[in-house]
């Protein structure tokens, strides 16, 4: 039992990693679903996520993680908040 446990922790740290690396930059608005527009946008924890509207601007602030989970799901990755 203990070689299974020792086999597996590391294939599931393998696809969890994989997973990640395997998300798309965003394109589509995590709000109501629509193409992206680069002139809207919200900055949240160093991540920038965009907007089809800007009522989604205003919705996305209310509960920012809801929207960033559902990115995730989507296989989708906000873009990194640019420095400068």
Same mark, same amino acid.
């Given at each position: 039992?203990?070689?299974?446990?020792?086999?597996?922790?590391?294939?599931?740290?393998?696809?969890? *990693?994989?997973? /990640?690396?395997?998300?798309?930059?965003?394109?589509?608005? @995590?709000?109501?679903?629509?193409?992206?527009? %680069?002139?809207?946008?919200?900055?949240?924890?160093?991540?920038?996520?965009? *907007?089809?509207? /800007?009522?989604?601007?205003?919705?996305?602030?209310?509960? @920012?993680?809801?929207?960033?989970?559902?990115? %995730?799901?989507?296989?989708?990755?906000?873009?990194?908040?640019?420095?400068?």
């Amino acid at each position: 039992m203990k070689i299974g446990k020792f086999l597996f922790l590391p294939l599931a740290l393998m696809l969890a *990693f994989a997973t /990640a690396a395997l998300a798309e930059p965003q394109t589509t608005c @995590p709000v109501m679903g629509g193409t992206i527009t %680069k002139k809207l946008y919200a900055d949240h924890d160093g991540k920038r996520v965009y *907007f089809c509207c /800007a009522y989604c601007d205003g919705v996305f602030k209310k509960d @920012p993680q809801k929207y960033l989970d559902k990115l %995730k799901e989507q296989g989708q990755e906000p873009a990194v908040v640019p420095k400068g």
